[in-house]
């Protein structure tokens, strides 16, 4: 994953409570094998945004976007092959371009609200998918705190590797 990158999973369940629960991975994998959920349908959407490159697969579909023009945004999701159904489906947003950001991330936080899906940060923590709701996610993330301060963010790295 680039530095620039903010990476959220999507969890099918309303089982569990936004903002600030912890989950696993485990319990996300769970919850997408008692949510069958037919992929044809979101993958459709996402390709209006995101172009499929030559190395996704009918078992793993992926997304990428042009890194050349700070659009390194990527998607992918799992699939059951014997089904069709999402087994697992995890985006990243890059931050490099405020407008595009704003704009993939808005439109994958739709696909996941029009399902009454939510989503999970790289900290595991639950949220709506909804900009407003994660905004202190985003701000705490490692991914605003390189584009911002990066040699603040860099020196904290060292300390923290200094450290173990």
């Not at 999973?9 to 912890?22: F, G």
């Not at 996610?137 to 390189?146: D, G, K, L, V, W």
């Not at 584009?147 to 923290?160: D, G, H």
Request: hydrophobic share 40%.
């Amino acid at each position: 994953m680039a530095i620039w990158q903010y990476s959220l999973r999507v969890l099918p369940s309303h089982k569990h409570q936004p903002n600030h629960q912890l989950i696993s991975n485990e319990d996300i994998a769970e919850a997408w094998a008692s949510s069958p959920v037919f992929v044809a349908p979101i993958a459709e959407r996402i390709d209006l945004l995101l172009p499929r490159p030559d190395w996704s697969t009918p078992d793993f579909l992926q997304w990428k976007g042009d890194d050349e023009q700070n659009e390194d945004h990527d998607c992918w999701i799992s699939v059951a092959l014997q089904d069709q159904t999402i087994q697992g489906f995890s985006f990243r947003t890059d931050f490099r371009d405020l407008t595009k950001a704003r704009y993939f991330l808005s439109a994958m936080l739709k696909i996941c609200e029009e399902r009454m899906w939510l989503v999970v940060d790289a900290e595991g923590y639950v949220w709506q998918p909804e900009l407003a709701s994660l905004l202190p996610s985003i701000e705490q993330s490692s991914t605003i705190r390189f584009l911002t301060a990066p040699y603040e963010f860099l020196q904290q790295a060292l300390k923290e590797q200094n450290r173990e």
